[in-house]
Nanobody, 124 residues
């Protein structure tokens, strides 16, 4: 069962911008908070950003604060991640997920079925 489909990744130069999209099933989108994680080669999956169900609360990982913005569109069952001033360290596969807010991060639901993600590559 496909719960989310991520898109919008690509190759961009350092300092550039990209906007990622995550189209979720209605059930997934309405299940609670949504967020983004990323995983670079050889590294653990890292929390990037989260937004609560109503869109009134947002949280960010320390490495992306001030550069990335998460938002959601209920009419389209879509979560966005606007990424500005990209750095080479942002290179990773970005994944969208749903879960519960935990502190100032997101804890994915244990039974969440991860999508394929979208590759973001930032060149120097």
């Amino acid at each position: 069962q496909v719960q989310v489909v991520e898109s919008g990744g690509g190759l961009v130069q350092a300092g550039g911008s990209l906007r990622l999209s995550c189209v979720a099933s209605t059930r997934t989108f309405n299940s609670g908070s949504m967020g983004w994680f990323r995983q670079a080669p050889g590294k653990a999956r890292e929390f990037v950003a989260a937004i609560n169900w109503s869109g009134t609360q947002t949280y960010y990982g320390d490495s992306v604060k001030g550069r990335f913005t998460i938002s959601r569109d209920g009419a389209k069952n879509t979560v966005y991640l606007q990424m500005n001033n990209l750095e080479t360290e942002d290179t990773a596969v970005y994944y969208c997920t749903s879960g519960n807010l935990a502190g100032r991060a997101l804890r994915p639901y244990p039974d969440f079925s991860w999508g394929q993600g979208t590759q973001v590559t930032v060149s120097s």
